[in-house]
């Protein structure tokens, strides 16, 4: 069984800074992609930002210059770094892996608990 679990979060002041961390476990055979999304209160949930296996992070245009994506491939962890954080950057973020596990013949997206960010003064 693959899990995601999160870490990081809570409140912080307008233009401050939270770094979030996730660590994929379980009997992973490989992992396509990582990254995280976020959903704010009577919103979709918005792709934030991800990594792809191989590839350059990619962002969401309103993220852009403010967060930074990076991936531990060794280990399986995710870690999203935010900074210059705004009242609109306020949502429950979620990690997202899609993961093959050993055994499987494909692979799977996987979620994480999520952990509120909130950003107010």
């Known amino acids: 069984q693959v899990q995601l679990v999160e870490s990081g979060g809570g409140l912080v002041q307008p233009g401050g800074s939270l770094r979030l961390s996730c660590a994929a476990s379980?009997?992973?055979?490989?992992?396509?992609?990582m990254g995280w999304y976020r959903q704010a209160p009577g919103k979709q949930r918005e792709l934030v930002a991800r990594?792809?296996?191989?590839?350059?992070?990619t962002y969401a245009d309103s993220v852009k210059g403010r967060f930074i994506i990076s991936r531990d491939n060794a280990n399986n962890t995710v870690s999203l770094q935010m900074n210059s954080l705004k009242p609109e950057d306020t949502a429950a973020y979620y990690c997202?892996?899609?993961?093959?596990?050993?055994?499987?013949?494909?692979?799977?997206?996987?979620w994480g608990q999520g952990t509120q960010v909130t950003v107010s003064s």
């Open positions: 990594i792809i296996s191989g590839g350059s992070p």
């Open positions: 379980g009997s992973i055979f490989s992992i396509n992609v």
């Open positions: 997202h892996g899609n993961i093959r596990a050993v055994g499987a013949r494909y692979s799977y997206d996987y």
